[in-house]
């Protein structure tokens, strides 16, 4: 009898579990949408985006809505948004990679790296430092406004002595857009290189993502427009400002110091699930596929508070509000209409990015609320089976 030979096909496992987890998200996938569904019936959605992680892999990824309300053109997958405040983990990241290349140290006096004094008046011998800037921990706040560091620079603002609160810096916490507009400027400074450019460079390029700062160097047509609620007339209101190109205010660019036209604390455009791809480089600490975007030292120490109290690291932060018993790391983002969140879980490895292109304005503990329903929809149908 002539002997058969068998021939086995032998798979990687990362391609097995991945396999595995896709089918497992599939079968669940009808529940998800259903409930998400039912969310936006109850409270007013104009569309949600959102994107699961599970051991590094996008398990399931959908658009529910509108991405146009007057066209009632449905939202989809790959549309982009300006993401509002997460933005400022790609200004982070990029200034620790400076950090990893012994460019630049936390202890640095921000003074010395934007060009023109900072230090609080009521406390005029304390350096202000990258670390406290980047943890808003500096002392700095917006009450002269933050979309040009003028607000701030002496030469150039008779009430600069406004923009500092009476307490010490690094011995108080208040959240700051302008901390990360001069943190983008930072970057420019030393690298000497636009900003928008910068993070295609070192953080979108590598990751192999789509999006960035400046609008027209992305496709018009992918740019979900943003709504915002009005709760007094229950009405969707347009707002084509998140998008303004400002093209003559770039026509007469100074590096370093016109960072802020593109928003370095909340100017990044970018889909759901590139997020999430993204999201997954900071889960693994700083590691994706193709090498490293940042040491294993640099991520930790963005994603490590500085005060429990806060939670707030260096533009991550760590919560367990988000879900019942489930710590947390990742940021918010809210502006013009939108809101956004982009949340995973180091140890147990999963992770969500949910954003709205316009939704009702109220918050239940810290949180958006259509946000923070929507992420425990995600996490009951497509996450908690497997993490009990």
Not at 33 to 62: D, N
Not at 95 to 107: F, I, K, P, T
């Amino acid at each position: 009898m002539a002997t058969q030979t068998i021939r086995s096909t032998w798979i990687p496992w990362h391609l097995l579990a991945s396999a595995i987890l896709a089918c497992s998200a599939t079968a669940q996938a009808p529940q998800t949408a259903a409930r998400i569904e039912q969310l936006m019936q109850q409270t007013p959605v104009a569309g949600l985006s959102v994107a699961v992680v599970k051991k590094g892999q996008i398990i399931y990824q959908q658009a529910f809505g509108y991405r146009d309300l007057e066209k009632k053109q449905p939202l989809r997958n790959d549309d982009l948004f300006r993401i509002a405040s997460i933005s400022k983990s790609f200004t982070a990241t990029c200034l620790m990679q400076l950090v990893d290349q012994g460019r630049l140290s936390l202890n640095d006096d921000v003074g010395t790296l934007v060009g023109f004094p900072v230090r609080n008046p009521n406390h005029p011998s304390t350096v202000i430092t990258l670390r406290m800037l980047l943890s808003h921990h500096s002392s700095i706040n917006d009450s002269q406004g933050y979309f040009s560091l003028d607000a701030i620079d002496p030469s150039k603002n008779p009430e600069w002595e406004k923009s500092y609160n009476a307490y010490a810096p690094d011995s108080g916490y208040q959240y700051c857009n302008l901390n990360y507009n001069m943190a983008g400027a930072i970057l420019e400074r030393l690298t000497q290189t636009r900003f928008d450019v910068y993070v295609q460079q070192a953080i979108l390029k590598p990751l192999g993502l789509y999006g960035g700062y400046c609008v027209d160097s992305l496709d018009a047509n992918r740019l979900a427009p943003i709504y915002a609620y009005q709760t007094d007339s229950s009405r969707f209101i347009a707002s084509p400002a998140a998008y303004a190109p400002r093209r003559e205010e770039l026509a007469t660019y100074v590096m370093g110091r016109s960072t802020p036209l593109f928003s370095p604390t909340g100017g990044m455009k970018i889909s759901a699930a590139d997020l999430a791809r993204y999201m997954t480089m900071h889960a693994r600490k700083g590691r994706y596929p193709g090498g490293r975007i940042l040491s294993r030292r640099s991520a930790h120490a963005m994603q490590t508070p500085l005060t429990a109290e806060e939670g707030y690291g260096l533009a991550l932060l760590e919560t367990s509000r988000l879900l019942h018993g489930q710590t947390m790391h990742g940021h918010t983002g809210s502006a013009y209409g939108l809101y956004s969140a982009m949340f995973w879980h180091p140890r147990k490895r999963f992770g969500f990015v949910v954003i709205s292109n316009g939704c009702h304005p109220g918050y239940t503990d810290g949180f958006n609320t259509v946000i923070r329903k929507t992420v425990e929809v995600l996490y009951a149908t497509l996450i908690s089976k497997e993490t009990r």
